[in-house]
T-cell receptor, first 114, second 115 residues
């Protein structure tokens, strides 16, 4: 069974601060996806990283995939209240029959105070 | 380009009743996945289906739960004789043929409350 450990579980910061969320596993993933989920809504895909060592930037968000494809991080620069929400990482299995059975981390609840 | 559509958004059932949750995948997507999100927990995989086939149901409870994706129409997640512990948000995701870097897109979910 593949597991993704996501940390921290809760993050409360002031507007303008930087933050990093981590996802770690002992398993290798073929790809890793980051989602953001608002209360009462479904997860919305932010980015997919596929190649070990890959870095992707989405405005103030920077996503990194570890060289061994076992871990990933999400870094937000100069956080804004609009960034408040639940952030989820999810890994797609590597090897064997390939399909999108995602393993999710527990999520990070981010609150950015004005 | 319509996204993944789930209905109903909210469903209230009394203990012992049946719940039917529907999911229409994105246009062009032939793969459907169901996930369950319990309060204070992350999303857990339940089942993966293609048209008329259940490919992986390793996350489905052994009893009372079933899923189908018929040739025509939406995918259905069916829960018979619901109990309070079935209260959760149920999400459907869809993707095209999976090729490692394929992305899965989620619907808005059905929030089931068992009273």
């Amino acid at each position: 069974t593949q597991l993704l450990e996501q940390s921290p579980q809760f993050l409360s910061i002031q507007e303008g601060e930087n933050l990093t969320v981590y996802c770690n596993s002992s398993s290798v993933f073929s790809s890793l996806q980051w989602y953001r989920q608002e209360p009462g809504e479904g997860p919305v895909l932010l980015v997919t990283v596929v190649t070990g060592g890959e870095v992707k930037k989405l405005k103030r968000l920077t996503f990194q995939f570890g060289d061994a494809r076992k871990d990933s991080s999400l870094h937000i620069t100069a956080a804004q209240p609009g960034d408040t929400g639940l952030y989820l990482c999810a890994g797609a299995p590597a090897g064997g029959t390939s399909y999108g059975k995602l393993t999710f981390g527990q999520g990070t609840i981010l609150t950015v105070h004005p | 380009n319509a996204g993944v559509m789930q209905n109903p958004r909210h469903l209230v059932r009394r203990r012992g009743q049946e719940a039917r949750l529907r999911c229409s995948p994105m246009k062009g997507h032939s793969h459907v996945y169901w996930y369950r999100q319990l309060p204070e927990e992350g999303l857990k995989f339940m089942v993966y289906l293609q048209k008329e086939n259940i490919i992986d149901e390793s996350g489905m409870p052994k009893e009372r739960f079933s899923a189908e994706f018929p040739k025509e129409g939406p995918s259905i997640l069916r829960i018979q004789q619901v109990v309070r512990g079935d209260s959760a948000a149920y999400f459907c995701a869809s993707s095209p043929i999976w090729q490692g870097n394929t992305e899965a897109f989620f619907g808005q979910g059905t929030r089931l409350t068992v009273v």
